[in-house]
């Protein structure tokens, strides 16, 4: 099941927390993290802040994709369940209409199409977050549990290869990390 | 109120416009609203609890008798063979346009206002959605074989019939309910989060700590969060506006006069969103005075829904002339009959009842004092909830009342189960209301905290809104690019 467990660096240790004051200071710290030249790291926050994910270099999410996918398959699917129904598994003249009067067919193909985008949307968004996972070593530190409150952080994992747990420590501290915190693997 | 005029006016010189009032942090934000939760039961919330859950109960002996005796316990008669039942769907799922319109357009016009009320507008559609289900699902008369009404396969090898509007129908709400319920819960994730990392029971811990997914906030993860929102919001949309016009085809698609026009698509969809904001206005004046949340839910927010309402009323009152036009303009005595009949006929009670509160009540929005007013508010949000079932009946019964022929006229009087069911489909939608306001989080705190100024991180610039002006006029601050999207 590697959907719902964290993957983990081997070692001793997860990783190192660190957390900032304001979304400011984390917008910052992130750039300068950024340019170090880290890869396995993230940022932490209770709300969205703006712009934070390209201060972190990160790419925009391919999640349209998976909807249009979705949407294009509920569509086929709807259209394609009432031809089989009207014109192919049981003819019936209704209203006098022909078998195959695909104008009606278009509201459920429509909604279908909707249907099927809006769980492509929100399961394709939890398989890419790795979403359930209920257990992280993250939730282990005491001052993280603010972070869906009002306080923002930043976590580097001990395999990134620049990992180092002295000299990132020290770098995380001279961004202006109000503190930081050596997290158990 | 502690909210002067110089907050509620839009100082385009000062920036942006005061959202939240009393500056707060993000932590008091989220502790007023989880707080909420969080305390031991208040007094008052039993005093709405108890009532809707006796009319719950109403609606539950309504509906075994219904299904015991028959639809023949309503007032249904052979000319009037829809009236309450239909009157009451429709009602319903107008009710819940309002919130698909305040969590899904509302965001894609980038009106951060909506922040405010979304969470609590979204609930309120899911349970007016529940409410309009059971309508149609109980007017069937045989409802064991209710499942007919689905694409099942099965041992008959019977279909139902995709080019009914009436199978449009159960598709469109049924899709519009599944959709509203995701889109609810991902706006959820983060505030279930919050509580569980909040929870000092283990019973609070497991419960949000599970339905939370364990959710880190991290910024990879709400890269694709506010991709998938900003996608459902795209869904959620065109959804809305294809629902009420599905709806409004199970009478456009007939040849009766007074359902046959091709108006009721956007006629229904505006009715929708007028009786919706209406509901929102009402729910939000006792939820805002009840939890204590005059600072996020303020009077700016009540003047906006109230523009919102003038408006829609108008195209309400419109769409109205309208018909009457168009009926004249057609030449068809059948047309002009059923119109002349609906304003002077047996049913002008309450053709008139609809006209006064849907059309000319609104009106008094043209006035500010009006729409800052909530004793005004909270009366007119009534008053226009009653006219808009008012419209459903109108439109439902007296076009079906006096058929083509004279021999078939007949009239229709509601008996007590089609009170019951009426009454006890309130007692639903306050029922789940209350246990909602009482288990889960009513603002989205993680949206509220964005529209706090200081959680712009590109600092001494005002929101981003206002930065595009600003680039323009030097003195005042460069915006960096990020700010200038």
Redesign the interface.
């Known amino acids: 099941m590697p959907l719902l467990v964290p993957q983990l660096p081997k070692g001793p240790h997860y990783g190192i927390l660190a957390e900032f004051g304001t979304p400011t200071d984390l917008y910052h710290a992130c750039e300068r993290v950024r340019d170090a030249g880290f890869t396995r790291w993230d940022a932490h926050s209770p709300f969205p802040v703006h712009g934070l994910e390209r201060a972190m270099g990160i790419r925009r999410s391919p999640l349209p994709w998976i909807v249009l996918i979705a949407g294009l398959t509920g569509a086929a699917f709807g259209f394609g369940l009432q031809w089989l129904v009207h014109a192919s598994a049981q003819p019936l003249v209704i209203s006098g209409k022909p078998y195959f009067s695909w104008p009606a067919f278009i509201p459920i193909t429509f909604e279908l199409g909707v249907l099927f985008a809006a769980f492509g949307a929100v399961l394709g968004m939890l398989a890419l977050n790795r979403l359930p996972m209920h257990y992280h070593p993250l939730f282990r530190s005491k001052v993280f549990e603010r972070v869906t409150d009002d306080a923002f952080f930043i976590s580097i994992e001990s395999w990134d290869p620049r990992f180092d747990s002295a000299a990132t420590r020290k770098l995380l501290e001279s961004l202006g990390a109000r503190s930081v915190e050596l997290l158990e693997s | 109120m502690a909210q002067t005029e110089a907050e509620l006016l839009d100082n385009p010189v000062e920036g942006s416009p005061t959202l939240i009032l009393r500056s707060p942090?993000?932590?008091a934000i989220?502790e007023v609203v989880a707080e909420a939760v969080e305390r031991r039961t208040p007094t008052g919330w039993w005093f709405f609890f108890l009532p809707a859950l006796a009319l719950l109960g109403l609606l539950g002996v309504a509906v075994s008798w219904l299904f015991w005796e028959g639809i023949g316990i309503w007032g249904l008669n052979v000319p009037v063979g829809w009236a309450w039942d239909i009157t009451n769907f429709v009602f319903w799922v107008g009710i819940g346009h309002a919130g698909t319109l305040i969590s899904a357009i509302l965001f894609l016009f980038r009106q951060k206002w909506r922040t405010s009320i979304n969470r609590s507008a979204e609930a309120m559609t899911i349970f007016a959605v529940m409410c309009a289900l059971l309508f149609p699902g109980i007017h069937v008369g045989r409802v064991w074989v209710a499942y007919w009404m689905f694409?099942l396969p099965n041992q008959m090898?019977?279909?139902?019939?995709?080019?009914s509007?009436l199978?449009?129908d159960v598709?469109?709400v049924s899709?519009y309910g599944?959709?509203s319920v995701?889109?609810w819960?991902?706006g959820l994730i983060?505030?279930l989060?919050?509580m569980?990392?909040?929870a000092k029971t283990s019973m609070r811990k497991y419960v949000y700590?599970?339905l939370a997914?364990?959710?880190?906030?991290?910024?990879?993860?709400?890269?694709?969060?506010?991709?998938?929102y900003l996608?459902?919001a795209a869904?959620?949309t065109?959804?809305v506006l294809?629902v009420h016009s599905?709806v409004s085809?199970d009478f456009a698609v007939s040849v009766l006069p007074g359902w046959h026009t091709t108006i009721f698509p956007p006629y229904f969809v505006a009715g929708a969103i007028f009786s919706g904001f209406a509901m929102v206005v009402t729910l939000m004046v006792i939820c805002r005075t009840a939890f204590r949340l005059e600072h996020i839910i303020t009077l700016r927010h009540f003047d906006y829904m109230a523009k919102i309402m003038l408006v829609t009323g108008s195209m309400v009152g419109y769409a109205y002339a309208t018909e009457f036009f168009t009926s004249w303009y057609s030449g068809n005595p059948y047309e002009m009959f059923t119109f002349m009949n609906r304003a002077l006929g047996p049913y002008a009670w309450a053709y008139w009842i609809m006209v006064s509160c849907n059309v000319i009540s609104p009106q008094i929005f043209w006035f500010k004092k009006a729409r800052t007013s909530i004793p005004i508010l909270f009366a007119l949000s009534i008053v226009i909830n009653i006219g808009m079932w008012f419209e459903r009946f109108v439109i439902i019964v007296t076009s079906l009342h006096r058929d083509f022929l004279p021999s078939s006229w007949g009239y229709f009087t509601p008996t007590m189960w089609d009170v019951a069911c009426l009454i006890g489909s309130f007692g639903l939608f306050f029922t789940m209301f209350c246990l909602f306001v009482r288990f889960l989080p009513m603002v989205a705190?993680?949206?509220v905290?964005?529209v706090l100024p200081?959680?712009?991180?590109?600092?001494g610039h005002a929101p981003?809104r206002e930065t595009k002006n600003r680039a323009a006029r030097p003195g005042l601050g460069t915006p960096?690019p990020?700010?200038a999207?």
Do not use: C, I
Not at chain 2, 454 to 459: F, K
């Open positions: 942090d993000f932590h989220t694409p090898s019977l279909w139902p019939n995709f080019r509007p199978l449009w598709f469109a899709v599944t959709v995701l889109f819960y991902v983060p505030d989060a919050t569980r990392d909040r700590g599970f997914l364990g959710w880190r906030g991290s910024v990879r993860q709400w890269n694709h969060y506010e991709t998938a996608v459902l869904l959620a065109p959804l294809s599905v085809m705190t993680s949206e905290k964005t200081q959680a712009n991180p590109h600092d981003q960096t990020e700010g999207s």
